[in-house]
């Protein structure tokens, strides 16, 4: 079973940047679509981004121009001009299909960021 532990979060002030890790351990090798959801308190999880077995990537308007998606043998978040409305409970994720099939995900245990005005 894949295992998923986020890095990096912090509070920081609107305008800055954070960089957000995942590190994959266990059986990572049919995870064919990885991606970041962020939960913010009163709502439900979200997905903001998505990187697809073939690299193509994929993210919600509201990050798109901001947020990047990366990785080598860990996925990035790299998240830019934050905003105050980006504070939340970032958790990456995983699942077995590619990221244009509904499917169920694996997420990590989450990394908090907040994002003060």
């Known amino acids: 079973q894949v295992q998923l532990v986020e890095s990096g979060g912090g509070s920081v002030q609107a305008g800055q940047s954070l960089r957000l890790s995942c590190a994959a351990s266990?059986?990572?090798?049919?995870?064919?679509?990885m991606g970041w959801f962020r939960q913010v308190s009163g709502k439900e999880r979200e997905n903001i981004a998505t990187m697809n077995w073939d690299g193509r990537t994929w993210y919600t308007d509201s990050v798109k121009g901001r947020f990047t998606v990366s990785k080598d043998n860990a996925l990035y978040l790299q998240m830019n001009s934050l905003k105050p409305e980006d504070t939340g409970m970032y958790y990456c994720a995983a699942k077995d299909t590619s990221c244009n099939f509904v499917s169920p995900w694996k997420w990590g245990q989450g990394t908090q960021v907040t994002v003060s005005s």
């Open positions: 266990g059986y990572t090798h049919g995870s064919r679509c």
